[in-house]
């Protein structure tokens, strides 16, 4: 099973890849940190062929450094506030159908979806300290026939 977590929160990040790598049988886990990171590495995970990917809603843009790279004007304007919400739009535009769940401290009705985005293969879960519920989610959704 390949899994993408965009989660910007090292402790969040390691505590949800120590549970899927124990509850879940070869479980493979790519970790990115940020916006600019995701879209960096678009194309990558695009042929990676992940079977599912979790993505936090409120995520920084890059790490902080000379060299960070200079972000688009959607996200001056939105802020991290919905990058993970741009990041879906991003593989929405590959035609990407494979299961996202949105994995966040908001509530559903929390998160602004905006007009351009379909909620076809998008499923909300809030974050809470029982991980068995985003357990329970990778488990259903993804095929075990692949």
Known sequence: MRIVLLEDDYLQSSYIES????????????VIKTESEFREK?????????????LD??????????????????VKTNGYYRAGIRCIKLLQDQN??????????LEKADVNWGKDLS?????????????????SWLKDSIDPLK
């Not at 920084?60 to 450094?65: G, I, V």
């Open 19 to 30: 549970a899927l790598k124990r509850d879940l049988a070869d479980c493979e886990i790519k």
């Open 42 to 54: 678009l194309d990558e995970l695009i042929a990676w062929k992940a079977d599912a990917l979790i």
């Open 57 to 74: 809603v409120m995520v920084r843009w890059a790490d902080p450094s000379s060299e960070m790279p200079e972000p688009p004007e959607e």
């Open 96 to 105: 990407s159908t494979v299961p996202i769940l949105l994995y966040s401290v």
């Open 119 to 135: 909620e076809r293969n998008i499923t909300h879960l809030s974050k809470q300290t029982d991980i068995q519920p985003l357990i």
